[in-house]
Structures are given as C-alpha cells and as structure tokens.
C-alpha cells in the first residue's frame, strides 16, 4: 500500500513497497520495549504538551523530575496562566532554553483567552500557540489528540535517514522534506501519536548515533544502512563550526548592610528574564576588570570598584562557550538605574534562591554561600 504523500520524494523501491508493513512492527516493538515515562500515563493534552515542550532540547532522564514538579506546581493550563512567569522561571531554572519557560506560560494565557481553556485539537491552531513548532505541535496534535500529523524530533530522524540511508545532512532543507516525505508515508492514520513516539523511541534507545542496537530493532531487516554496514554513516552531517569562547565578568556587588546587587536580563534576551549578578563580554583589548566596570557602567549607571575575583566558572552553551569570571565590587559613584536590563534589586545572600538564575550564576550563588556572606572586598 502506498500513501499519498504531501512531499513526493523518491522513496527506494525496497521501501516504497514495504511502506504498509513497517508501522506493525515498530507499534509491536514500541508496545512490548516503551520505558515506563511519566508523561505516557493520563495523556491529558496538557501534561502531553508540557511533556513535548520540556523535551525538546533536553534528555529524557533530566527531564522527569523537573516535569514532576512543574506539574504539581501548575497543574493545569489556568493554574500556569495565573502564575507570575517569576514562579515559572523558578520552576524552570536549571533545565536551560528558558524561552520555552516564557512561551509556555504565554501560551497558557492564549489557550485561555482564544480556546476557552482547552488545548486546540488542530495542527495549524497548535502552531500557532507561542514556542509550538512543527514538531511539537505534530507531537500534541498526534499524540493527545489522534491527528494524522508527524512529529519528528532529531531521534526519529536519525532513525528515518538509516531506514532508507538517505543522503544529506538534516539540518539542511532539502533533507528535512526527504525524511518528512518518508514519515508521512509510513505514519498509520489509525495510530499516528503511538506511531511518532515509538520512533523517538526507537532513536533514543535503539538506533543510537554510535553503536546503535540494531540485533534489536523491528526494522532491522528492512534498514538499508544496516544492510550496508553503514549505521554510523548516517545522517550525513557536515563538518560543524568551531564553537566560540568568551570570557564573561560578572559583579557580586555589596552595598554596607551586606545585600547584593542582582539585575534581572530583558525579556527579549539570551535567558531572557532570568537574575544574574550583572556584567558582560569582555571586549578584546580590556582586562577582565575593566570590562566589568564599563558594563556595570553601561546597563545600570553605576560606577564600581572592582576587587578580587570569587570565582571562574565554564559553562557551555548550545552555540558558545563562557568562562564566568565573578568579581567581588563595590559600588564607588552613579545612581542604579535599568538601562540593558528588566529590572535591579539589591537583595539579602539568603534571598538569593528566591529569583530564578541560570546555572552558572547558581554556580556562583553556591560559592558565596559556602564561603559565608559576600562581604569586604
Ligand atoms: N522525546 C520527545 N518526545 C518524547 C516522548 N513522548 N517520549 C520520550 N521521549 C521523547
């Protein structure tokens, strides 16, 4: 049997025969082999949305406790709507990407406004919801809701580009219609969400992307790269940038009473609404110190001593990597005011766990906490 396919590609014949015959399988395989996953039991399209959201970008195992909480936290889309995205962050802070944070919680306040508080049961409504791509709006249309609409994470499409060793890199477009074309071929209209998750999990368990299993996968037969020899060869990716390093200054700014300085980044920004002890770039040419007065200077008018240097911490990113260089300071001149940032408190050190960081600058909470009080420079 042969689907109708909304991207026509050349599947290999091998394939474009067997194409009805190979959903049975996996189903089989996911319905004996699928872990145990909190987010596969009362498959309310909520808890199967902010399952989708959570794992994006982030491993199965780190994501479980964070889902646990923020599910008791906020279980339902009204219950996140009403909460300061404040909390929301907080709940979030450690599992990174925190755009999907802010996206979620706008989006909760749109299924409110716009859907009557339900969740919308069509792909093109789902899009449409803040921090919902084609994936996870194919995840939720299919797998809370039953539509026939494939949802392909980097695991399915490892798995996929294998199955009929197809060539190109997936990050490119031309590839991505290819191994589209082919899941929209195979996907089964009776059991499309069973369907995109047990590929995901076939990726993340099975068709590993060195030393895949393969003396246990449903497809194995019908693989053309295991046929070949060839698992490792595919995807296809091309040779990856270098990925930069900067070196960041970041001031642990205390005024007499002992309370520290804190400023919260622009909504709009990289970790966008998340506390930070504030600083910046160093630019090439200025010493690490220097650098750190000058943004103090730049993003809240302040002018500071800068003193010994706390900590270093490395911390890499998707795209770059940083070392933190956190100096202690003191504030010499100028008046606080928000100039790059959404907003400036200075805060007592056992108030610091209540404001959402990121993990570096929780790095650094932690060294103040276990040197004491940040204190005297
Ligand atoms: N990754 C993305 N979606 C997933 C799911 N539903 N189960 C396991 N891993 C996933």
Avoid at 228 to 235: C, I, K, R, S, T
Avoid at 283 to 292: H, I, M, R, V, Y
Avoid at 308 to 314: D, E, H, I, Y
Avoid at 367 to 377: K, R
Wanted: charge should be negative; hydrophobic fraction near 45%; aromatic fraction near 8%.
């Amino acid at each position: 049997m042969i689907f109708p396919m909304k991207h026509p590609i050349c599947l290999p014949d091998d394939v474009t025969e067997r194409v009805g015959a190979l959903a049975g399988p996996l189903l089989d395989w996911f319905a004996r082999d699928a872990r145990d996953l909190p987010w596969r039991h009362d498959r309310t399209p909520y808890r199967v949305w902010v399952a989708e959201v959570m794992l994006q970008q982030t491993q199965v195992d780190t994501v479980i406790p964070y889902y646990a909480r923020f599910l008791d936290r906020f279980p339902s889309v009204e219950a996140l709507a009403s909460a300061p995205l404040h909390d929301v962050l907080k709940v979030w802070e450690g599992l990174g990407y925190y755009a999907r944070a802010r996206n979620l919680h706008a989006a909760a306040s749109q299924v409110l406004t716009e859907h009557a508080g339900h969740l919308p049961a069509s792909y093109a409504d789902l899009l449409n919801l803040p921090g919902l791509g084609p994936y996870a709006a194919g995840a939720v249309a299919s797998i809370a809701f039953g539509l026939p609409v494939v949802a392909l994470d980097g695991n399915a499409r490892r798995v996929l580009a294998r199955l009929c060793a197809i060539e190109g890199d997936p990050r490119r477009s031309a590839t991505q219609r290819a191994l589209q074309a082919l899941a929209e071929a195979l996907l089964p209209p009776d059991a499309p969400g069973r369907f995109n998750e047990a590929l995901i999990e076939l990726g993340a368990t099975v068709c590993l992307p060195r030393a895949p299993r393969c003396e246990r996968c449903p497809w194995s037969a019908a693989c053309r790269a295991h046929r070949l020899g060839q698992e490792e060869a595919f995807p296809q990716s091309s040779p990856r940038r270098a990925v930069p390093h900067y070196d960041v200054t970041a001031a642990v700014t205390c005024d007499d009473a002992g309370r520290i300085l804190i400023a919260q980044r622009a909504y709009d920004d990289f970790l966008g609404g998340m506390w930070e002890f504030p600083g910046g770039k160093k630019e090439d040419g200025e010493t690490l110190e220097d650098g750190l007065a000058r943004e103090m200077k730049e993003e809240l008018d302040i002018d500071v001593e800068v003193g010994a240097l706390l900590t270093a911490v490395k911390h890499a990113y998707t795209h770059f990597r940083i070392t933190l260089y956190a100096f202690r300071c003191r504030q010499v001149g100028g008046t606080l005011r928000c100039i790059e940032c959404a907003d400036a408190r200075w805060v007592w050190p056992h108030e610091l766990g209540e404001y959402p960081m990121s993990v570096a600058n929780q790095k650094i909470v932690q060294v103040l906490q276990a040197g004491g009080q940040a204190g005297t420079l």
